[in-house]
């Protein structure tokens, strides 16, 4: 049996593991990120966060706010602000629609994985989301024991 191919330049960097929780993901998007030299390399070395991180639409562009890359020790003169808000590159018409469902139909639009893809760039995923209220938490944790409960049996039957 051969061996499948692994693409060495995929990287994920950073996890939103949360916002599945806190959130109904309704359709998620791959954008580009505007990054300086020294987030480059610290991202490469996998220092950031992007937990409590959003992004929002703002005089005809999508901004990243409140993610963290942490400071890369090595940049002497040109160094970045770790918490500074960075451009997020999507075409007209994702963006006309980003507005249409945070504007209109009240959805946030949240940070779920930062990763390079396989040719090196680093990309965001990006997900359309409506906030969960505490019921609905209660309602997916109940399906997910369910469902690992419902994997045990099966797995012990047969």
Do not use: C
Request: avoid cysteine; hydrophobic fraction near 35%; glycine fraction near 6%.
């Amino acid at each position: 049996m051969a061996k499948a191919k692994t693409d060495e330049n995929y990287k994920v960097i950073a996890e939103n593991r949360r916002a599945r929780y806190d959130y109904a993901i309704e359709e998620d998007l791959e954008v580009g990120i505007v990054l300086e030299g020294s987030e480059v390399k610290s991202l490469r070395q996998g220092g950031a966060n992007i937990a409590e991180s959003y992004a929002s639409v703002e005089d005809g562009e999508l901004w990243l706010v409140n993610s963290y890359i942490a400071p890369y020790e090595q940049a002497k003169m040109f160094k970045h602000d770790e918490r500074r808000r960075r451009k997020l590159l999507v075409n007209r018409k994702e963006l006309s629609r980003l507005w249409n469902a945070t504007a209109r139909k009240g959805m946030t639009i949240v940070p779920l994985v930062l990763y390079f893809n396989h040719r090196g760039m680093a990309k965001m995923k990006i997900g359309i989301a409506k906030g969960k209220k505490i019921h609905d938490k209660r309602d997916t944790s109940a399906k997910r024991d369910w469902n690992r409960q419902k994997q045990r049996l099966l797995k012990q039957a047969g």
